[in-house]
């Protein structure tokens, strides 16, 4: 029950935790009212409480959160400590930046990991890029994989003893409804979408020097800049950011993807690729420490950028 908290307590959402654990939203509802019972605390607000039906953390759930998170290290270092030698696996815990691809998704990449290497045990994290950097350089993470723009490697500064490893670059692709006439064209020039409503994620991104991800505004000033008109947008909360793939499979409006092929899992939706003249590309990164298992990381890198080829 503990892991589920912190599930909530990493994504803001009990449906993203649902995806992650996986189990069904309202056994992640339960659990968490189980821990705060046993506590006699509420450690997360409610979406019913928040008009933008967001989750966050209550005084007494900043408190006790990172108290669960070490019980968690320890039980986590305990059991490792016991089961390696009999089990033969190795536990890679790798961190993930929010939002960084639908959470369906990374059930996907589990199981595609467990397939090319069956010894190495995947754990998953979700925080933003400051928080992954600082838990490396902790050593609570292994390794952490990010998406972004463009690195630019003379301003960007790597924290700590960490390496980085170009994975791929992913070019956008324009998620539609199968319904949708955009869908028969196969592919799609930017000024044909000036009509269409951009489900976007609110909220501020991350801020690294020498990183630039894409946000709802670094998307409007493109469109402005480079492709001649300014878009419509509707913003979702990152809390519930999952809710557009629903409102683009229902025709409510397009998103820009950077999910690659071999990950895409949802039913209902067209991914039409960018004329060449307008096609931008997200790269992906993983960083990862000098330890103990840096050959099962690289190896696990080698999976990641062949799943972006």
Not at 119 to 144: G, P, V
Request: hydrophobic share 40%.
């Amino acid at each position: 029950m503990i892991t589920t908290v912190l599930a909530v307590a990493r994504t803001k959402s009990f449906s993203a935790a649902s995806f992650l654990i996986p189990c069904a939203q309202s056994s992640v509802s339960r659990r968490v009212e189980a821990v705060e019972s046993e506590l006699n605390v509420r450690i997360f607000t409610r979406p019913s409480e928040s008009p933008d039906r967001s989750v966050r953390l209550t005084p007494a759930g900043e408190r006790v959160v990172p108290i669960l998170e070490r019980i968690v290290d320890c039980y986590r270092d305990l059991y490792s400590a016991a089961g390696e030698a009999s089990s033969g696996l190795t536990p890679l815990r790798l961190g993930i930046l929010r939002n960084m691809l639908p959470p369906m998704v990374f059930s996907i990449i589990k199981a595609a990991s467990y397939e090319a290497n069956p010894n190495l045990s995947l754990e998953l994290y979700f925080n933003t890029m400051e928080q992954l950097f600082t838990d490396m350089n902790s050593r609570r993470l292994d390794a952490a994989m990010f998406s972004c723009l463009s690195l630019d490697d003379e301003e960007f500064r790597m924290p700590g003893a960490l390496h980085l490893r170009l994975l791929g670059r992913v070019p956008v692709s324009i998620g539609v409804s199968e319904r949708s006439p955009l869908a028969a064209r196969g592919m799609v020039r930017m000024e044909d979408l000036k009509d269409e409503t951009f489900l976007l994620q609110s909220g501020k991104m991350d801020r690294i020097p020498g990183i630039q991800f894409t946000g709802a505004d670094e998307f409007k000033q493109r469109c402005e800049s480079k492709y001649g008109f300014t878009p419509r947008i509707k913003l979702i909360t990152e809390h519930m950011l999952e809710i557009r793939y629903q409102l683009a499979k229902n025709g409510q409006g397009v998103f820009p993807s950077f999910t690659p092929p071999a990950w895409r899992s949802m039913p209902g939706l067209a991914y039409l690729p960018v004329a060449p003249e307008d096609v931008h590309y997200m790269e992906y990164y993983l960083v990862f420490q000098s330890n103990d298992n840096e050959k099962e990381i690289r190896r696990f890198g080698d999976f990641l950028s062949h799943a972006l080829e």
